[in-house]
Nanobody, 125 residues
Framework: VQLVESGGGSVQAGGSLRLSCVVS????????MGWFRQAPGQEREGVAA????????YYADSVKGRFTISRDTTKNMVYLQMSSLKPEDTAMYYC????????????????????WGQGTQVTVS
């Protein structure tokens, strides 16, 4: 099982980016897929999670209304559309998977996820 992120980059405050995560090695859609981020010197924090294509989405309060997580199970892709970006969104962003089970109230706990991508850097200035 491999998760590979892409789409990071540098953007000005107020701008948008879309992160992508390619999932390979399994096609079971019964995984909770999450996006996490980690800024230098800080803990890795959950940003958003999704189960199925639209059977449940979850967001950190800090990104609600600005970020949208989505999934295309036919392409084994997970996306994070980020809008109205702020400097405090600057971090390495990681795609992660746990399952096969639904996301739960603990979706933001990194300890629940057993599979991780290598990360993609997002810098907002």
């Amino acid at each position: 099982v491999q998760l590979v992120e892409s789409g990071g980059g540098s953007v000005q405050a107020g701008g948008s980016l879309r992160l992508s995560c390619v999932v390979s090695g399994y096609t079971d859609t019964r995984f909770c897929m999450g996006w996490f981020r980690q800024a230098p010197g800080q803990e890795r924090e959950g940003v958003a999670a999704i189960y199925g294509e639209d059977e449940g989405t979850y967001y950190a309060d800090s990104v609600k209304g600005r970020f949208t997580i989505s999934r295309d199970t036919t392409k084994n892709m997970v996306y994070l559309q980020m809008s109205s970006l702020k400097p405090e969104d600057t971090a390495m962003y990681y795609c992660a998977a746990q399952g096969p089970w639904r996301c739960s109230v603990y979706w933001a706990s990194r300890l629940k996820y057993g599979r991780w991508g290598q990360g993609t850097q997002v810098t907002v200035s």
